[in-house]
């Protein structure tokens, strides 16, 4: 079974900006993009890696014209490619959730016409 067919949460294409913190006080905070979004985890591009297994928190940015808004997290590095890595999310604050969960909602009315 391949990786796309084992993931359960719907994922959207999603770009913003990302602050990784692991370890004892360390923080991954360079040129982190998100690449896309789910319930269940975040894909982060950046030229740097961290091992999988990793845990970290996750404080994710989007900016739009007129506001601003953070998701945080708590997560751990399952995967790596030639863009990025892939982050499971572990924890959700109860705001992220909704914000995500409504984020994903909308995307996908957009994407079917709704």
Known sequence: ????????SRRISFVSTAVLRYGEGQILETAVDTRDIS?????????????????CDVEIHLTGGTSRMHFFA???VRRHDAKGMGI??????????????NLV???TAVESGV
């Open 88 to 101: 499971a999310f572990t924890r959700l604050e109860p705001d992220s959730y909704l914000h995500i969960f």
């Open 74 to 76: 708590q997560g751990v």
């Open 105 to 107: 909602k909308l995307h």
């Open 39 to 55: 319930l269940d985890g975040v894909f982060v591009e950046t030229p740097e890696r961290l091992a999988p297994g990793t845990s």
């Open 1 to 8: 079974m391949s990786t796309e067919e084992r993931r359960q």
